[in-house]
């Protein structure tokens, strides 16, 4: 049974869209060793490719599969981390190979861009939420903290538009990320929700959720 697909992408950084040399991509959280044997360092190209690992497993299964949803954790000590989902239609039984696309870092991560509609979840409350006693304290923190990096993260490529209307090949190239990251946001979310969900049953979860979706397609 492998662990996940082999999954591979290109990391960026925010502030101009160029390569990320030297993040560290894992299975493991967002605190990898460089070392691990599940992980792997971008180039200076920002490109990578993540080996996932085999064990032997024994499991009973019912005749039809369905996808598994894996995550994949980035990491970098001059940017903000990363949590993006691959997935693998055989849950593990195969080798599979996953283009995960791009993955981009912020390099102030505690910056919040503002909400694009009114409606708007407030970064700084979800933050909390990952605090010791907060909504999200007994779920995988790794997983709520890169939900939140990746809607900061649309939240300002949005506001770039806005800079780039005096540079149309800018301007397109900002479009083209927003909507592969508001792809992913929503892989990210619907993970965390999903996974959450097991350990806390809230109704304000679900709530956070929705908000988060209806922004995404507002834009």
């Known amino acids: 049974m492998y662990n996940g697909p082999e999954v591979s992408g290109v990391v960026l950084r925010l502030s101009d869209l160029t390569p990320i040399d030297g993040a560290?991509?894992?299975y493991?959280?967002?605190?990898?060793?460089?070392?691990?044997?599940?992980?792997?360092?971008?180039?200076?190209?920002?490109?990578?490719?993540l080996i996932p690992t085999k064990a032997l497993n024994?499991?009973?299964?019912?005749?039809?599969?369905?996808p598994l949803s894996v995550p994949i954790y980035t990491q970098h000590s001059t940017y903000g981390h990363s949590?993006?989902?691959?997935?693998?239609?055989?849950?593990?039984?195969?080798?599979?190979?996953?283009?995960?696309?791009?993955?981009i870092l912020d390099e102030e991560?505690?910056?919040?861009?503002?909400?694009?509609?009114?409606?708007?979840v407030d970064l700084k409350v979800l933050e909390k939420a990952v605090e010791p006693?907060?909504?999200?304290?007994?779920?995988?923190?790794?997983d709520a903290g890169g939900a939140i990096n990746k809607l900061n993260i649309v939240r300002k490529l949005a506001h770039k538009i806005v800079h780039a209307k005096q540079d149309p090949a800018q301007e397109k190239q900002v479009a083209a990320y927003i909507q592969e990251m508001k792809n992913s946001?929503?892989?990210?979310?619907s993970y965390?929700?999903?996974?959450?969900?097991?350990?806390?049953?809230?109704?304000?979860?679900e709530h956070i959720k929705r908000r988060v979706f209806e922004e995404l397609d507002s834009l």
């Open 83 to 103: 949590t993006d989902i691959a997935v693998a239609q055989w849950k593990g039984r195969e080798y599979e190979k996953y283009d995960i696309g791009t993955i």
């Open 185 to 189: 946001t929503r892989h990210s979310w």
């Open 133 to 142: 006693q907060g909504l999200f304290s007994l779920c995988n923190v790794d």
């Open 28 to 49: 493991d959280g967002v605190k990898p060793s460089a070392t691990a044997t599940q992980s792997s360092i971008t180039n200076a190209q920002g490109h990578f490719i």
């Open 24 to 26: 560290i991509i894992s």
């Open 109 to 120: 991560p505690k910056v919040y861009a503002p909400p694009l509609t009114e409606d708007g």
């Open 58 to 66: 024994v499991e009973m299964r019912m005749p039809a599969y369905t």
């Open 192 to 205: 965390f929700a999903h996974d959450c969900s097991q350990i806390i049953s809230s109704i304000e979860l």
